[in-house]
């Protein structure tokens, strides 16, 4: 089946330092990239959506300039958190979508801890 | 807007018994898609079932199927013959096109399956 692998696991920054979250369609091409973000014991909050080629979409209160989503080739979309703090700490996860009636397939996730 | 409403937020089973997990959800989108997600403590979501709003067949996969019903907006989950394994956050989910736009989620409901 459809995979996607999300880099790294978990990561731990300081404050005012950048970190990226890899995602990477392993079998598939990956159209559509969305990413979320879920809090301890919470459900999953879409932050925006991206398209191979093209701006991404980002849901209101989601600061675009803090959370870079670069989404240049159909195999891999990243994540960039900027000038993190510590309120950025979460669990960041991606899902793939090949635009078909295939659905989703998720990324097993990231765990970011700002210092 | 599309919402989903889960108002278990916590239950739990014995081993081996049938458990039920409800959902609701509103759209106003006349085809649709519906779905219930898996989130063992790893965090890795994992799909355990995905139903179109046309196909008025529940659907089923092996020790898990859904009840649909459409008019009412509800979509729960039952589990049978539960196993140890299945302790887990379900997150009942929905979309209007599978694949380009992304996933609503309820809340969640996190499920102990006790020995």
């Known amino acids: 089946g459809a995979v996607v692998s999300q880099h790294p696991s978990r990561v731990i920054c300081k404050s005012g330092t950048s970190v990226k979250i890899e995602c990477r369609s392993l079998d598939f091409q990956a159209t559509t990239m969305f990413w979320y973000r879920q809090f301890p014991k919470q459900s999953l909050m879409l932050m925006a959506t991206s398209n191979e080629g093209s701006k991404a979409t980002y849901e209101q209160g989601v600061e675009k300039d803090k959370f870079l989503i670069n989404h240049a080739s159909l195999t891999l979309s990243t994540l960039t958190v900027t000038s993190a703090h510590p309120e950025d700490s979460s669990f960041y996860i991606c899902?793939?979508?090949?635009?078909?009636?295939?659905?989703?397939?998720f990324g097993s996730g990231t765990r970011l801890t700002v210092v | 807007a599309q919402t989903v409403t889960q108002s278990q937020p916590e239950m739990s089973v014995q081993e081996a018994e049938t458990v039920t997990l409800s959902c609701t959800y509103d759209t106003s989108e006349s085809n649709y898609y519906l779905f219930w997600y898996k989130q063992p403590p790893s965090r890795q979501m994992i799909l355990v079932i995905r139903?179109?709003?046309?196909?008025?067949q529940n659907a089923t996969e092996n020790r898990f199927s859904v009840n649909f019903q459409k008019a009412a907006k509800s979509f729960s989950l039952k589990i049978s013959d539960s196993q140890l394994g299945d302790t887990a956050m379900y997150f009942c989910a929905s979309t209007q096109n599978s694949g380009n736009t992304p996933l609503v989620f309820g809340k969640g409901t996190r499920l102990s399956v006790i020995a």
């Open positions: 899902s793939a979508s090949t635009g078909g009636l295939g659905g989703y397939t």
């Open positions: 139903q179109e709003a046309y196909k008025q």
